[in-house]
């Protein structure tokens, strides 16, 4: 059985900074694009960051461009969001997810995990 099960979510205050982490289980990641999103309340889920399958590559929403970092180990079969600078309009449940092809395009990701909410206070 696939699973993501994402970690790291809280409350933290405008400025402030979290570490999100996306482990995977039943199957080995390290072919997949890994890619984080998030669905703020009354908006459409939407893309944050994606890492290419080595890491040496990545993609971010300018948005959150130069604030986020997405990482990840495939030893451990695990992707990270570093999110500095943090800002009310970041609170969303955040989700990673894992796709053979994809980077941006949400309906290409193969694999979701359950999500983890992020709240940031002015």
């Known amino acids: 059985q696939v699973q993501l099960v994402e970690s790291g979510g809280g409350l933290v205050q405008a400025g402030g900074s979290l570490r999100l982490s996306c482990a995977a289980s039943?199957?080995?990641?390290?072919?997949?694009?890994r890619g984080w999103f998030r669905q703020a309340p009354g908006k459409e889920r939407e893309f944050v960051a994606a890492?290419?399958?080595?890491?040496?590559?990545?993609y971010y929403a300018d948005s959150v461009k130069g604030r986020f970092t997405i990482s990840r180990d495939n030893a451990k079969n695990t992707v990270y969001l570093q999110m500095n600078s943090l800002k009310p309009e970041d609170t969303a449940v955040y989700y990673c997810?894992?796709?053979?092809?994809?980077?941006?395009?949400?309906?290409?990701?193969?694999?979701w995990g359950q999500g983890t909410q992020v709240t940031v206070s002015s």
């Open positions: 997810a894992a796709s053979l092809i994809a980077t941006r395009g949400q309906n290409e990701y193969d694999y």
């Open positions: 039943g199957r080995t990641f390290s072919r997949y694009v």
């Open positions: 890492i290419s399958r080595s890491g040496g590559t990545t």
